[in-house]
């Protein structure tokens, strides 16, 4: 059972930028998918990108394309989200999952984490 950890959200204001971290409980992370996930109040749950397990395949949802970039380094059991020109439209709560191939994501999700909240405000 993987546990997943979120962390690095908070306050920015517009046209700024965040990082956030993803750490995985397991070595076997190293093997699974990590998708990223959004979702703002009152609204469905939105796909924000997937990489695969060695980070060398990335895919972006449209709305973050050329904003956002994802990495991850699984001798530490953790990815990244990086994000920046951010808008107030990118309020919300972010989520990272993990599935176990690239053509899965972001359709399915094995293991969810709990969530951090990103607010974009002046």
């Known amino acids: 059972q993987l546990q997943l950890v979120e962390s690095g959200g908070g306050l920015v204001q517009p046209g700024g930028s965040l990082r956030l971290s993803c750490v995985v409980s397991?070595?076997?992370?190293?093997?699974?998918?990590i998708g990223w996930f959004r979702q703002a109040p009152g609204k469905e749950r939105e796909w924000v990108g997937c990489?695969?397990?060695?980070?060398?395949?990335?895919k972006y949802g449209d709305s973050v394309k050329g904003r956002f970039t994802m990495s991850r380094i699984n001798v530490k059991n953790t990815a990244y989200l990086q994000m920046d020109s951010l808008k107030p439209e990118d309020t919300a709560i972010y989520y990272c999952?993990?599935?176990?191939?690239?053509?899965?994501?972001?359709?399915?999700?094995?293991?969810w984490g709990q969530g951090t909240q990103v607010t974009v405000s002046s």
């Open positions: 999952s993990a599935v176990t191939t690239y053509e899965r994501c972001p359709q399915e999700v094995d293991y």
């Open positions: 990489i695969n397990s060695h980070g060398g395949s990335t």
């Open positions: 397991e070595a076997i992370s190293r093997y699974y998918v």
